[in-house]
Structure formats: C-alpha cells, structure tokens
C-alpha cells in the first residue's frame, strides 16, 4: 500500500514537498491553520485595495525553480515585475496573488485549511496529529512539519523524549527577525515616480512596493511598507495603532508626498519573518519514525530557500 504523508504547513516549503510526495505516489494530506494555503505568500483585500502584505517577490537562481515560474508565466499563474529589477536577474510574482502557483500545485493534493495542528502522537499505527478543535487525523507513515521553526519546536515538544535529537536541534538553531508591514490606499492614487519597488536602507523603513504596480492587483492605489528587521524588533510588542502612526510618517519622508491622507491604513505584525539564522542543512528526516522537517529557515530565508528545502525532504522521503 502507498504510504500514507501529513503535511504539517502549506507554505512554499510544505507545498513542493506535498506536491513532489503526491507525484511520486505517495498518499498526502496538508494541514494548514490558516483561511488559505501559502504561509508568508499572503495577501490582503481592503477597501477595494489589494495589498501582499508578505512576500513581494522571487528572484530565483535555481535553474528548476526558474523553469518552473517560465512555466507558470505560460500558465498564466505567474508573472514579471519590471518594476524591482536591478540587474539582469528576472523578479516573478505570482498572479494574481503570491500563492496562486502554489494553489496550482497543492491541486490534487487534499488541503485541510483552519487547522491548526496542536499535538503529535505515534503509536503501532503510524503518527497521528491533534488539532486545536481536538480532532485526531491519522493513521500517517510520515509527518512532515513545513513551520517556522519556534513553531516547530513546539510542536516536537508534544512528543517529550520521543521528539528526534537532530530535529529538536534543528529548529532550536534557527532564528528568525520580525517585520511590521504598513498597508496604505490612497484615492485618488498618489502621484510618485519611481517608487513602485524601492529598498531603502536607513530609517525604520526597508521596503517600498506600490501593489497596483503589479499584474494583476486592480483596485485602489495600494501600497505595502516593510519596516527593517531592526526596527520591527526594536517596535515588536507596540500596538498597530502606534506602529501604524509611526511608519506613515516615515513614509511622508522617504516619499515627499507631504500631508496627503490615506483612504485605508492598517499595521501587520510578522513574528517570523525574514531567516537571520539559518540551519545550513536543506531539509532534515528521521527515516526510523518517518519524521521531516522542511522550511525557508533550514537555508537561508526567501521563496528560494523555501521551495529547496521542500524539494529536498521529498528526495529524503523517497530515499
Ligand atoms: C514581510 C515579509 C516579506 C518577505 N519578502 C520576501 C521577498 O520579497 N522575497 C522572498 O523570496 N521572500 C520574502 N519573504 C520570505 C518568504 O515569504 C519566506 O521565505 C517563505 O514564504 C517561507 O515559506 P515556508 O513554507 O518556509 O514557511 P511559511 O510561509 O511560514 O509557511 C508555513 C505554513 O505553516 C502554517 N502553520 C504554522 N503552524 C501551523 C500549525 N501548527 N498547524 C498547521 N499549520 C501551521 C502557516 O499557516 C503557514 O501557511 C518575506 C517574508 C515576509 C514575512
């Protein structure tokens, strides 16, 4: 009989590595606590505004991974953004959202969404998850846990001594820096040049994007600022309000665009956002309990590292 796979997460690292399982036979089931699949890749609508409040875009070297987006631009699922690129490296985005090529992976795939998985048991039947509404899924041969590591962490916890060394490890190792994310609308749209993506690197602010720049974001002005690592951690317990407050007027500056008020304002909070401290090892797999571990933070932060280590617990897995 196939073996049977839970997926713990349905980020770019759980969905390459479900998708990779799926394709090679195996019978996967992804479990994600969130609305919809795709993590970090998140998008927002407000107001008539469309915001990707996480992650702006890839820009990949992997020579797969470009294959794959050349793929999804045929597909229509992907697309370029001029907009961010610096040198003669392509930038894609998803389209119309971050996550849209991973919806396209995880197609065949059973997905459970809103649910969040709270503990892990095994026993002579394989590995069982228990989610928040205390509901057991399982049998599995494998679990495979794609969240950010202190998540992760606590998650092998569950397991007191049971919990594999090297995982425990592993997600005790990495670190990960916060990022406040302003989302701004404005009506009618601001006047700016040169602004759809700017990286800034003094200040509270990082990060520029003008969304509607973007294909396929229709809608009111939209606009998302990251706020650097530095001051997201220094700022990390203010209350949106404040943090709100703080980054439009940062935003007045670095723009110049004076007094002008937006139509919508929100603050975001990301507890985990950009890797500062990777593990160094691409995925990790303990073949006697059929436990893995995958995630951006086993390599070095971003879509790319993510979508690597997914594809590297499916070669530990089938291997
Ligand atoms: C503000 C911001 C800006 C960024 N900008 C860029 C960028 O421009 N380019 C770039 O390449 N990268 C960027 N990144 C990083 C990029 O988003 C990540 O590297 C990548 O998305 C990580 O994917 P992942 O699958 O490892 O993890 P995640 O995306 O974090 O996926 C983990 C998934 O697990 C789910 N989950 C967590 N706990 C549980 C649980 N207990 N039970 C069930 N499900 C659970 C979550 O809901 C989530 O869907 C940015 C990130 C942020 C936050």
Same mark, same amino acid.
């Given at each position: 009989?196939?073996?049977?796979?839970?997926?713990?997460?349905?980020?770019?690292?759980?969905?390459?590595?479900?998708?990779?399982?799926?394709?090679?036979?195996?019978?996967?089931?992804?479990?994600?606590?969130?609305?919809?699949?795709?993590?970090?890749?998140?998008?927002?609508?407000?107001?008539?505004?469309?915001?990707?409040?996480?992650?702006?875009?890839?820009?990949?070297?992997?020579?797969?991974?470009?294959?794959?987006?050349?793929?999804?631009?045929?597909?229509?699922?992907?697309?370029?953004?001029?907009?961010?690129?610096?040198?003669?490296?392509?930038?894609?985005?998803?389209?119309?959202?971050?996550?849209?090529?991973?919806?396209?992976?995880?197609?065949?795939?059973?997905?459970?969404?809103?649910?969040?998985?709270?503990?892990?048991?095994?026993?002579?039947?394989?590995?069982?998850?228990?989610?928040?509404?205390?509901?057991?899924?399982?049998?599995?041969?494998?679990? %495979?846990?794609?969240? =950010?590591? @202190?998540? &992760?962490? +606590? /998650? $092998?916890?569950?397991?007191?001594? #049971?919990?594999?060394?090297?995982?425990?490890?592993?997600?005790?190792?990495?670190?990960?820096?916060?990022?406040?994310?302003?989302?701004?609308?404005?009506?009618?749209?601001?006047?700016?040049?040169?602004?759809?993506?700017?990286?800034?690197?003094?200040?509270?602010?990082?990060?520029?994007?003008?969304?509607?720049?973007?294909?396929?974001?229709?809608?009111?002005?939209?606009?998302?600022?990251?706020?650097?690592?530095?001051?997201?951690?220094?700022? %990390?317990?203010?209350? =949106?309000? @404040?943090? &709100?407050? +703080? /980054? $439009?007027?940062?935003?007045?500056? #670095?723009?110049?665009?004076?007094?002008?008020?937006?139509?919508?304002?929100?603050?975001?909070?990301?507890?985990?956002?950009?890797?500062?401290?990777?593990?160094?090892?691409?995925?990790?797999?303990?073949?006697?309990?059929?436990?893995?571990?995958?995630?951006?933070?086993?390599?070095?932060?971003?879509?790319?590292?993510?979508?690597?280590?997914?594809?590297?617990?499916?070669?530990?897995?089938?291997?």
């Amino acid at each position: 009989m196939n073996r049977r796979i839970a997926v713990i997460g349905a980020g770019v690292a759980g969905s390459v590595a479900a998708r990779g399982l799926a394709q090679a036979g195996l019978r996967v089931t992804v479990f994600d606590k969130g609305r919809s699949i795709g993590g970090r890749l998140a998008q927002r609508r407000r107001e008539g505004a469309v915001f990707d409040h996480g992650a702006q875009f890839i820009r990949p070297r992997d020579p797969v991974l470009i294959r794959l987006l050349e793929a999804g631009v045929r597909a229509g699922v992907v697309a370029r953004w001029p907009a961010a690129e610096v040198d003669e490296r392509p930038v894609y985005i998803g389209k119309p959202a971050m996550a849209t090529p991973l919806k396209m992976l995880l197609a065949e795939v059973p997905v459970e969404t809103n649910c969040r998985i709270t503990r892990l048991a095994r026993d002579a039947e394989g590995w069982w998850l228990e989610d928040a509404g205390d509901i057991r899924h399982g049998p599995f041969d494998g679990a %495979l846990i794609a969240i =950010p590591p @202190v998540q &992760a962490r +606590e /998650l $092998l916890g569950t397991l007191g001594d #049971a919990a594999p060394a090297a995982l425990v490890a592993a997600t005790e190792a990495a670190r990960l820096a916060p990022c406040w994310a302003l989302l701004l609308a404005f009506d009618p749209p601001l006047e700016l040049m040169h602004h759809d993506a700017r990286s800034l690197d003094t200040g509270p602010i990082a990060w520029i994007a003008r969304n509607t720049s973007k294909t396929g974001r229709a809608g009111r002005d939209a606009w998302t600022v990251h706020a650097s690592p530095a001051w997201s951690s220094a700022h %990390l317990e203010e209350t =949106p309000d @404040v943090i &709100a407050a +703080e /980054l $439009l007027a940062a935003f007045r500056a #670095a723009t110049g665009i004076g007094a002008v008020t937006p139509c919508h304002i929100e603050a975001h909070r990301w507890r985990y956002s950009l890797v500062t401290e990777p593990v160094g090892t691409p995925a990790l797999f303990d073949a006697e309990t059929g436990l893995g571990l995958c995630g951006d933070w086993c390599l070095g932060g971003k879509i790319e590292a993510a979508f690597l280590s997914g594809r590297a617990l499916v070669k530990l897995v089938l291997n």
